[in-house]
């Protein structure tokens, strides 16, 4: 089993800048792929990057292309989304998962996070 806990949401005006946290804990040497998620209230809940176990490869969709940037620190098993110039549609809550495999455009994921709330206000 994997835990994740995200951490790091909160309430930012339009333009800003926020950083998620997503910390692993358990079986950690068995994933390869985690990614960020989030679902605004009303909305499906929808990719948003994902990043391979050595962080050489990293997808992101393309609604927060050249604002997002996820990376991930091995050492402290802790993948991180830097989130930049954040617009009000940005609000929901995001959501850390992890999965076994390298299958970075498939929404299915093993383990999930409980989320942290990003609010982004105009």
């Known amino acids: 089993q994997v835990q994740l806990v995200e951490s790091g949401g909160g309430l930012v005006q339009a333009g800003g800048s926020l950083r998620l946290s997503c910390a692993a804990s358990g079986r950690t040497r068995s994933i390869n792929r985690t990614g960020w998620f989030r679902q605004a209230p009303g909305k499906e809940r929808e990719f948003v990057a994902t990043?391979?176990?050595?962080?050489?490869?990293?997808y992101y969709a393309d609604s927060v292309k050249g604002r997002f940037t996820i990376s991930r620190d091995n050492a402290k098993n802790t993948v991180y989304l830097q989130m930049n110039s954040l617009k009000p549609e940005d609000t929901a809550v995001y959501y850390c998962?992890?999965?076994?495999?390298?299958?970075?455009?498939?929404?299915?994921?093993?383990?999930w996070g409980q989320g942290t709330q990003v609010t982004v206000s105009s």
């Open positions: 990043i391979s176990r050595s962080g050489i490869s990293t």
């Open positions: 998962a992890a999965d076994p495999n390298w299958e970075p455009t498939s929404p299915l994921y093993d383990y």
